[in-house]
């Protein structure tokens, strides 16, 4: 399982030109799902993502977690994060969850989230706009299998 995140003042996602989820102060997360990930993927990303400490604290350091920052969460599938083009020019796929493995886990993902902090979501497989205002910039590559 992979995540993007982006530290943001603000961030939404449209869907045909409808606003479907919208933050002030948090995460914009793009989740990846690869076919082999279990609830042991999902849990380290969640235990990762409710835990990073990339918040300015009272001293200016980064030291506060979106939890302590009493942030949100924009959650958005994202099955390109698998893509890999290190052979000719079109990426290949092959490696991404099929949406009957993926919808449960991207469901799961939310349920426990939604447990810790408020968060609001894409939807799964629809062409998607994503809008956000990046704080700092901060952006966070999060692997489960650890890779980077």
């Not at 995460?27 to 082999?36: P, S």
């Not at 999902?42 to 920052?69: C, H, P, Q, T, W």
């Not at 969850?97 to 993902?109: D, H």
């Amino acid at each position: 399982m992979r995540a993007v995140v982006q530290r943001v003042l603000s961030a939404s996602v449209a869907i045909g030109g409808t606003v479907k989820g919208e933050i002030g102060e948090g995460y914009l997360v793009l989740l990846g799902i690869e076919e082999n990930d279990t609830e042991k993927d999902l849990d380290y990303i969640a235990e990762k993502l409710l835990g990073l400490r990339v918040f300015e604290d009272e001293a200016g350091k980064m030291n506060r977690s979106v939890l302590d920052a009493g942030g949100s969460i924009l959650l958005v599938s994202q099955f390109t994060l698998y893509g890999d083009a290190r052979k000719g020019r079109r990426p290949s796929f092959i490696r991404a969850a099929k949406p009957e493995k993926a919808i449960p886990l991207y469901e799961a993902m939310i349920a426990r989230l939604r447990a810790a902090l408020p968060v609001e979501t894409g939807e799964f497989g629809a062409d998607m706009q994503v809008s956000l205002i990046n704080d700092g910039p901060v952006t966070i590559l999060l692997d489960s299998e650890r890779t980077f």
